[in-house]
């Protein structure tokens, strides 16, 4: 009787344990979340330096709001709405597909935060950059 008992006890902890590794999987939440990052929200940065022509130059400039952000490279400019973003590592890649009316440009954006008042960012046209935290106006 005593060996029944341990032999039903072992199959069962076997069983048990064969179907919770067998069904293991990572989790799969959604990778896609809507708006921009907490992290990067309410905040505004300065990267390089652009020239302009005519001897002018500005800056390259980035404003992050709770759904939207704005980029200035030079006279080109450009509003995502409605965007969505996905962490991969401690890169934010920021996507959107609507844009503010007149306004257009590359869908994505990628981010790479190193601390507080630096950031390292990538668009479709523009080689990786460093900015700088500005105050938000």
């Known amino acids: 009787m005593k060996k029944w008992k341990v032999l039903l006890g072992t199959l069962a902890?076997?069983?048990?344990?064969?179907?919770?590794?067998?069904?293991?999987?990572?989790?799969?939440?959604?990778?896609w979340h809507y708006g921009i990052p907490k992290v990067l929200q309410d905040t505004k940065w300065r990267g390089k330096r652009v020239f302009m022509g005519w001897g002018a130059y500005?800056?390259?400039?980035?404003?992050?709001?709770?759904?939207?952000?704005?980029?200035?490279?030079?006279?080109d400019s450009w509003l995502p709405l409605k965007c969505q973003w996905?962490?991969?590592?401690?890169?934010?890649?920021?996507?959107?597909?609507?844009?503010?009316?007149?306004?257009?440009?590359p869908n994505w954006l990628k981010v790479k935060r190193i601390n507080a008042?630096?950031?390292?960012?990538?668009?479709?046209?523009?080689?990786?950059?460093?900015?700088?935290?500005?105050?938000?106006?």
């Open 58 to 75: 500005s800056y390259q400039k980035i404003k992050f709001w709770k759904t939207k952000y704005y980029f200035i490279e030079g006279q």
């Open 13 to 31: 902890l076997s069983l048990g344990l064969l179907f919770t590794f067998s069904s293991y999987e990572t989790a799969s939440a959604a990778t």
């Open 86 to 105: 996905k962490k991969n590592g401690n890169i934010y890649t920021i996507y959107s597909h609507h844009f503010a009316q007149g306004l257009s440009g």
């Open 117 to 137: 008042y630096k950031l390292v960012y990538k668009a479709p046209s523009v080689s990786p950059h460093v900015a700088v935290r500005v105050p938000f106006n």
